[in-house]
């Protein structure tokens, strides 16, 4: 189903909004830009570093009528 669809882009606004990560300003490039495998690994490296904050930082959701 398409409304179970997520990709970077969830992921990346989570960060900024949540925890004020940007990764174009906050993580650094390594590798040639614009090439695919490069870009790749950028990409892998800082969703890693976002889900990785998130997880931290989360809290426990208490059930609507638990004491």
């Given at each position: 189903?398409?409304?179970?669809?997520?990709d970077?882009?969830?992921?990346?606004?989570?960060?900024?909004?949540?925890?004020?990560?940007?990764?174009?300003?906050?993580?650094?490039?390594?590798?040639?830009?614009?090439?695919?495998?490069?870009?790749?690994?950028?990409?892998?490296?800082?969703?890693?570093?976002?889900?990785?904050?998130?997880?931290?930082?989360?809290?426990?959701?208490?059930?609507?009528?638990?004491?």
């Open positions: 189903m398409h409304y179970n669809d997520r970077v882009r969830t992921i990346v606004d989570l960060g900024r909004a949540l925890l004020g990560f940007d990764p174009k300003k906050d993580m650094p490039f390594t590798g040639e830009r614009h090439n695919a495998l490069d870009d790749a690994i950028h990409q892998a490296k800082y969703v890693s570093a976002i889900y990785q904050a998130l997880a931290v930082n989360a809290q426990p959701v208490k059930k609507v009528g638990a004491a």
